[in-house]
Each structure stands twice: as structure tokens, then as C-alpha cells.
């Protein structure tokens, strides 16, 4: 038993074996997995296998593993300003990287059927939003979770541009699924042990495509033995963002053009000479099986003819490095908040800095 791809040392190294195998494909995706560490989704104590690629669960928190995220994320088709309804939302991870792509007029919704994990999930988002330097690199459209069985959302509710499901679909669910979706959307869930891909091309129209073999939990039923009466799920309102928070996002917008300008300033006056590139041997692998863990089994994708041709190969990797310099001199410079100093720069009253910045952590 194994992962898709190689574990990774820290969320970096992962991604970038996400990408050599092809799981990761556009530069949207890849920024979103980046900018979020899978490691701060992670119990403290289970922090060790974060960088595998290997779902995890405990109790009801539950992670899947990052080739099946990434396959989805890719699948979503995902662009600024859309509407998102995750069901099975869980621990957050997968709608704070969708919300790093909708920006800040998308619309970011999820359901989840269990409250400890709901509040797991706004710990951790509450925890990104504080700390991250990534939240500033990004316009965030923030997720609201509800809880709830997804499978008895209220039959008012809007429909979506984007709908994925994580756990596995009945058959007999399937239409109930698709008429969440609005015309030209896309639904991505488990159905008939296949991440399937489903674009509704009109209002009795569909496009069905098998991504990958996958095997889930199925959904679990609504359970009326209580009251025998069914718990309508509520999905938030979409909000109508106030005066003041469009003007802190037009002016944090502008500021980070002016960044831009100012780093394509220097660039052009800047090193002579381009750091030259390393060459690193990695190591190809192909996996048939990949994980069984939980009633959670994860398979190769269906089909990858290129696999066969490069089974086992060794590739070679671009890395930067510094001309005529020793591995002891290469070291980082820490990171550097650039929005964060042009704020606290400005010639502004401390409150309205500390507005500007979501009133965040340094």
C-alpha cells in the first residue's frame, strides 16, 4: 500500500510531486495548494504524516488524500467570482483553497453533517485568516459552513456554479445532485466507485466524465426516527458586501498593483548576471493501487498512457542557484509581507490600518 506520489518533506515538496505527476496541472490550482499547508489541517500529534499522500481520519475529522483534492480542484474548473457548495465540507481545507481562487465576490458555502467537526473547520480557517501571509497574497472569498445533511437541503435554495460532494453518491441521488447545479455548472462527486465530472450543458442536459477510480464512505441517510420529520438544511443568504468592505477591497487591490510595479521596477535594474540552475534526479514512480485506509480506497487514474512511457524514468529538475556559491551561503531570506510594511507605511490612522488588514496577526 501506498501513496500516488512520493511523500514530500514539507507541503512544498508535495506539491511539487503533485505536479511532476500530473495530478496538478494549471497555475490556479497550484497556487491555492501552495498557499495553504495541509500540515495546519492536521491534529499537532498527527502532523508527521501531513505530506503523505494518504487520506487521514479521526473521529469525524477527516482529510482526503492530496492527489484526490488536487484531481477535484482540477476538475472544478474553478475561476474568480463563481458560487461553490461543498457538501461534506469537513475540516475546511478544500473551501479555504477554492476561497483563494472565487476572490472576494465569489460565493463560498459548505455542509457538514457533524458540529465538532464544523467547529474544527472554523478554528482552522480562523486560524489561516489570523496568521498566514498568504490570506495577504490573495483576495479570500471566506467559506460559511452549515450543518446538516446534505441530502436535505431546502428544495428553495439557489442552485451553483460549482458543487463538489465528498462522500460517495447513490444512484439513486444522482438527480437530486445535479439540480443543485445552474446551467453551465459543474458537479464533481463519487458515483459508482468513480470521481465523476458532470457539466449541466442546459436545463435537461448533461455531460457525464469518469476521472478516477475512487472508493468512498457512502452518504450517510437522513435519519427521521426521532421527531419522523425531515431537518431542512438552510444554505446562507448571499451576502451583499457593505460600502466600507468594498472600499478596503479596491484599496488593498491597489496596493498590490503598486507592488507589482515596484518589483517589476527593480527587476529590470536589477542582477546582470540570472542565477543559474541545478540539476536534481528524481525518481518516477508508478502506482496501480494506491490506498485502502478507513472504507476509503484510493486507484490510479484511469488513464495515462504517458505513464507507460515514462515508467520508472529518471527526470530532471530546474532548480535556482546561485553562481559560484557554496550550499553553506544559500541561505533563505525570511519572508517578507510586502502589503502588510505598505500599509503600516501609509500615512493613516491606526485603526483604519489594522482595518485594512482584517485587523491580522504580524
Not at 478554528?123 to 446534505?150: A, H, M, R, W, Y
Not at 435554495?157 to 443543485?180: F, I, S
Not at 421527531?227 to 478596503?248: C, F, N
Not at 493613516?348 to 491580522?360: F, G, S, T
Request: hydrophobic share 35%; net charge negative; charged share 30%.
Amino acid at each position: 500500500m501506498g501513496g500516488a506520489v512520493s511523500a514530500g518533506e514539507d507541503n512544498d515538496e508535495l506539491i511539487d510531486n503533485l505536479k511532476e505527476a500530473q495530478y496538478i496541472r494549471t497555475e490556479l490550482v497550484e497556487q491555492a495548494f501552495r498557499a495553504i499547508d495541509r500540515a495546519d489541517y492536521y491534529l499537532e500529534e498527527f502532523k508527521d504524516n501531513a505530506y503523505k499522500d494518504l487520506a487521514w481520519k479521526h473521529g469525524n475529522i477527516h482529510l482526503s488524500a492530496p492527489c484526490i483534492y488536487s484531481e477535484v480542484m482540477e476538475a472544478l474548473d474553478l475561476q474568480p467570482g463563481l458560487s461553490f457548495l461543498n457538501l461534506g465540507s469537513g475540516t475546511g481545507y478544500l473551501s479555504s483553497m477554492v476561497g483563494l481562487i472565487l476572490g472576494p465576490f465569489g460565493v463560498n458555502h459548505g455542509v457538514e453533517l457533524h458540529s465538532d467537526v464544523i467547529e474544527y473547520a472554523k478554528q482552522k480557517l480562523d486560524f489561516f485568516i489570523k496568521t498566514s501571509d498568504s490570506f495577504d497574497k490573495f483576495e479570500f472569498c471566506e467559506p460559511s459552513f452549515v450543518i446538516g445533511n446534505c441530502l436535505e437541503i431546502s428544495p428553495d435554495c439557489t442552485q451553483y456554479d460549482r458543487v463538489y460532494c465528498g462522500a460517495g453518491v447513490q444512484k439513486e441521488h444522482e438527480d437530486y445532485m445535479k439540480n443543485l447545479l445552474k446551467v453551465g455548472g459543474i458537479l464533481v462527486m463519487p458515483l459508482e466507485e468513480k470521481l465523476t465530472k458532470i457539466t449541466r450543458t442546459g436545463p435537461s442536459a448533461w455531460e457525464t466524465k469518469k476521472i478516477l477510480a475512487v472508493s468512498f464512505a457512502p452518504l450517510i441517510q437522513p435519519n427521521h426516527a426521532d421527531s419522523g420529520k425531515s431537518r431542512l438544511v438552510h444554505l446562507p443568504p448571499v451576502a451583499v458586501r457593505s460600502l466600507q468592505d468594498l472600499a478596503r477591497i479596491a484599496i488593498r487591490g491597489t496596493i498590490k498593483k503598486i507592488i507589482h510595479q515596484e518589483a517589476l521596477s527593480k527587476a529590470g535594474n536589477g542582477l546582470k548576471n540570472p542565477p543559474r540552475f541545478k540539476r536534481r534526479r528524481v525518481r518516477r514512480r508508478r502506482m496501480e493501487t494506491i490506498v485502502f485506509l478507513d472504507k476509503e480506497v484510493f486507484a490510479s487514474r484511469i488513464s495515462n498512457p504517458s505513464d507507460d512511457n515514462n515508467n520508472s524514468e529518471d527526470m530532471e529538475d530546474d532548480r535556482p542557484e546561485e553562481e559560484d556559491a557554496k550550499p553553506s551561503e544559500l541561505k533563505p531570506d525570511p519572508p517578507v509581507n510586502f502589503l502588510r510594511e505598505k500599509v503600516l507605511s501609509l500615512p493613516l490612522p491606526d485603526p483604519l490600518k489594522y482595518y485594512l488588514l482584517y485587523y491580522r496577526e504580524k
